[in-house]
């Protein structure tokens, strides 16, 4: 199974401002996606991270909010821009299609406040 | 509009008891449907189904899928205190695109 972390682990944020979350797989995958789980909430999908091309969002997620990166088969960043308290989530990164591997594993989260 | 359901959201047993979670969804292009277990941050993966009437095991967890009534359960057998957890039901749509659409979520507490 892939092996997935992410940084930072957790940060607390000033509203206006930005914060670059980094998420790193230990082997190359096909697939990379971000997902945001408010409190109390479940996962939502917010975009598809794509390999050495824009990200594809899922309705109510805007590039201009979200810019994601993703410049290899193995890492990817979500910046999270212009910050309200709303943006207060977790923010979980996954990745599917390793070798052999169909099964989607999340990274461990970045637990964001803004305030 | 796809959606994924789960029942009950929460749930209080004590040791020793067998739980049945439940998951029904109405996806278009449905792939495969997963549980995952989530006790702080990271969903951790339990299992994938794709196929109907195929029970899945692992120690004292179990899961099967049934295509024609759109629904699966992920039954916890002796449970501990362990188990408890967030549980949580997602189906892979749009075949291929490996995006997933999660449920509400499971919280179950085993009591001592």
Known sequence: SAVISQKPSRDICQRGTSLTIQCQVDSQVTMMFWYRQQPGQSLTLIATANQGSEATYESGFVIDKFPISRPNLTFSTLTVSNMSPEDSSIYLCSATGGASEETQYFGPGTRLLVL | ?112
């Not at chain 2, 994938?48 to 179990?62: A, D, F, V």
């Open chain 2, 1 to 112: 509009e796809d959606k994924v359901v789960q029942s009950p959201l929460s749930l209080v047993v004590h040791e020793g008891d067998t739980v049945t979670l439940n998951c029904s969804y109405e996806v278009t292009n449905f792939r495969s449907l997963l549980w995952y277990k989530q006790e702080k941050k990271a969903p951790t993966f339990l299992f994938m189904l794709t196929s109907s009437g195929i029970e899945k095991k692992s120690g004292r967890l179990s899961s099967i899928l049934d295509k024609k009534e759109l629904f699966s359960i992920l039954n916890i057998t002796a449970t501990q205190t362990g188990d408890s957890a967030v549980y949580l039901c997602a189906v892979e749509f749009s075949s291929n695109t490996g995006k997933l659409i999660f449920g509400q979520g499971t919280t179950l507490q085993v009591k001592p």
